[in-house]
């Protein structure tokens, strides 16, 4: 019930989970695999009913304005967020608009619901995905046909089996994560959609149709489908036939805005105290996430969905077609939530519901469904916050307004035994990483900087490094099934897949639709702790160096060393420099960009590529005088202490060029 992500920019879960997702996308990113902080925020004040001898609250525009009341104005102050709208619809009605602190906080400007647009992030994504159905029913789309025949550029197939529109709105394409140029604070640096999905294509990683993996990328070619087969731009298409007939007059995919629109379009900020407007968001994969909208606006799409394409006299769907978008479900792992045709499943306490979430950098946004009982919310929020703030504040938004308006009985799992609990803990505990990832580029480090780990309690329960709870520490999941944990405080699932009594993947809600975690190898999983003791070696190395000709001067002694052994001393402290500089480089540069995406534009290439024309030279070098100075040494008359550093040397700089070779930073270019 969450907004799965966080990129535009949303994963790696822990790099890319917290990865705007346009961003769940997070979700994503995680997205390095270290997950946000988390802030401790106040729990929605609101008594829940789930017996017959407790009668749930009527969701009247009262109740629910005079709920939203109570817990808005104090999440946002202790989020530190400085604005939000939220929209609730119900029976074809707006039953509550509302807007929360301010849109401009230099001028003081309120957030006014039918004025004032937000970025909803990913959430855009479910209005290219309407568009590809209205072409689905118009005959002009074929969700299983191969997607080359519709566009000019051509996508290899994998184990023979072409891209398709069903894979790409389920994001099982298997493509891996692209985040070049996703966000940009440059109009001038804004790609022109065709040019940018033809720039580079990601590698499909996956086996398509089988394992989730979330992708802009895909996301961005669906849109650039329905302008070849349109014969209109993505822009005018959702302009003639999403927007006009819906009568938002409030929203646009266009950048920049129109004057008009960008004179309503709040600020965005990091923190609310820190006071300073972000500047305006451009994304070249468009159709992935640049929407701009006001929460009224909003409401009017999602009550065109709940009515199964109908609204008023307008349609923007048959209802066979709505039908088949909303119930269409793409399994994940075991009986978690599914994907939808482009909307997640998030059903809860009993009540059929579909969502999307989204985020750019700095607004964070999330839509709700309840299909069988006519109601939608939607939130947005113009800040980034404090600690994580935003997804707390959505979670506790959605799952409180969903216990409050729409409790249901709680159900009693029947558990397993603690032998069986224990030992299917200790199957699962290990180290993971998130399907939707980049994995033929050097943004892999991101991978190997923070994966996923799985712990096995002492209790029977396990706990998982990417789910924290809102007071920071680590969810604990409880097996109520075989291989299937329930969060203790919450209805939330993990489920397992068992190959021949081994756990090869796992996933939770609420990623569970979007991205599984895939078990790591040992030798990957130990990639992580070799990399810090190779920089560890190769850093005190090169200390050493400054630090030992000080002391010999402070005391007068002289370099003991002659001949080709001082010459190999000499050497191989230049080698641990260069093995030093272009590790560093590269992991700096990874960790920069995900943390700050607008590095992530077309203006950075020209540092990737030198960081990589350096890396081309500095570790092979690195790594074969290092070799060269342990066979001399080994060779020679030098103490068994000078022997051992020269070979933990070597190996030191050995794997740094192995990390440079497997995660692709020894190469020349700048796809990613």
């Known amino acids: 019930m969450r907004a799965i992500h966080q990129v535009l920019c949303g994963t790696m879960l822990a790099a890319l989970v917290a990865l705007p997702l346009l961003a769940q996308d997070a979700p994503v990113p995680p997205t390095a695999m270290t997950p946000a902080p988390t802030a401790t ?28 009341d109570g817990f808005m104005p104090y999440a946002l102050a202790n989020g530190d967020i400085a604005g939000a709208v939220v929209v609730v619809v119900k029976d074809g009605q707006v039953l509550v608009q509302k807007g929360y602190g301010y849109a401009d906080l230099a001028t003081r400007a309120p957030v006014v619901p039918d004025a004032t647009l937000f970025r909803p992030g990913s959430v855009s994504k479910l209005f290219t995905w309407t568009a590809v159905m209205q072409l689905v029913q118009a005959g002009k789309l074929d969700l299983d046909a191969d997607v080359n025949q519709y566009i000019d550029f051509k996508l290899p197939a994998r184990d023979g089996k072409p891209v398709t529109l069903r894979q790409i709105m389920t994001h099982t394409t298997g493509m891996e994560e692209q985040i070049r140029g996703l966000i940009t604070a440059k109009q001038d640096e804004i790609t022109p959609l065709g040019d940018a999905l033809k ?55 266009r950048q920049p805005l129109p004057p008009a629109l ?79 045709l482009g909307f997640y499943e998030t059903s809860v306490n009993g009540h059929r519901a579909i969502s999307h979430g989204g985020d750019t950098q700095w607004f964070h946004s999330d839509l709700q469904l309840f299909l069988d009982d006519g109601i939608g919310l939607f939130v947005s929020i113009n800040s980034s916050g404090r600690d994580g703030a935003t997804g707390h504040i959505r979670y506790a938004l959605s799952r409180g307004f969903a216990d409050r308006y729409l409790p249901g009985k709680p159900s009693k799992p029947a558990g397993v035994s603690k032998e ?59 097996e109520v099934a075989p291989y299937l944990w329930q969060d203790t405080d919450s209805t939330d699932r993990l489920a397992a897949d068992v190959v021949d009594g081994e756990v090869t993947r796992f996933s939770m809600e609420p990623y569970a639709p ?159």
């Open 41 to 68: 925020l106040p729990a929605v004040a609101a008594p829940t009913a789930t017996d017959a001898s407790s009668a749930a609250p009527v969701l009247t525009r009262e109740d629910v304005g005079a709920w939203l």
């Open 199 to 253: 720039h580079w294509t990601p590698e499909r990683i996956h086996v398509p149709g089988a394992t989730p993996a979330y992708s802009n990328y895909a996301t961005a070619l669906a849109g650039y489908i329905v302008e070849r087969v349109s014969g209109q731009s993505f822009d005018d298409y959702l302009d003639a036939h999403i927007f006009k007939p819906l009568g938002m007059e409030h929203a646009s995919f």
């Open 262 to 340: 960008l004179a309503g379009m709040s600020k965005g900020y990091a923190k609310a105290s820190d006071g300073e407007a972000k500047d305006y968001e451009f994304i070249s994969l468009a159709p992935a996430g640049s929407l701009a909208a006001t929460g009224t606006d909003m409401a009017k799409f999602m009550i065109a969905h709940l009515q199964d394409g109908a609204f008023g006299e307008a349609r923007i769907l048959d209802a066979a077609t709505a039908q088949k978008m909303h119930s269409t479900g793409q399994a994940s792992v075991g009986p978690l939530n599914r994907m939808m």
């Open 420 to 478: 069986d609990a224990k030992q299917h803990a200790a199957q699962l505990a290990g180290t993971y990483t998130s399907s939707r990832r980049p994995d033929s580029n050097f943004v892999s480090l991101a991978n190997l900087l923070g994966p996923i780990k799985v712990v096995a309690n002492e209790d029977g329960t396990i706990s998982v490094t990417a789910a924290m709870g809102a007071g920071g520490a680590p969810k604990k999941w409880r």
């Open 514 to 672: 979007i991205m599984v975690f895939e078990r790591l190898s040992t030798w990957r999983a130990l990639s992580m702790p070799l990399l810090v003791a190779s920089l560890v070696v190769v850093l005190l190395t090169v200390i050493a160096w400054p630090v030992s000709a000080l002391v010999r001067r402070y005391y007068g002694v002289r370099y003991a060393l002659t001949g080709a052994d001082a010459r190999a001393h000499r050497l191989v402290r230049i080698g641990a420099l260069l093995s030093l500089l272009a590790t560093s480089a590269a992991l700096g540069l990874v960790v920069g960009m995900l943390s700050k995406l607008e590095m992530t534009s077309p203006g950075t290439d020209g540092l990737i590529i030198a960081m990589r024309l350096f890396a081309t030279v500095a570790l092979p070098l690195g790594a074969g005088i290092a070799v060269w100075n342990a066979w001399h040494v080994l060779r020679g008359r030098r103490k068994w202490l000078a022997k051992l550093w020269a070979l933990l040397l070597a190996l030191a700089c050995l794997f740094l060029l192995w990390i440079g070779v497997a995660h692709h930073v020894i190469g020349f270019g700048a796809n990613y």
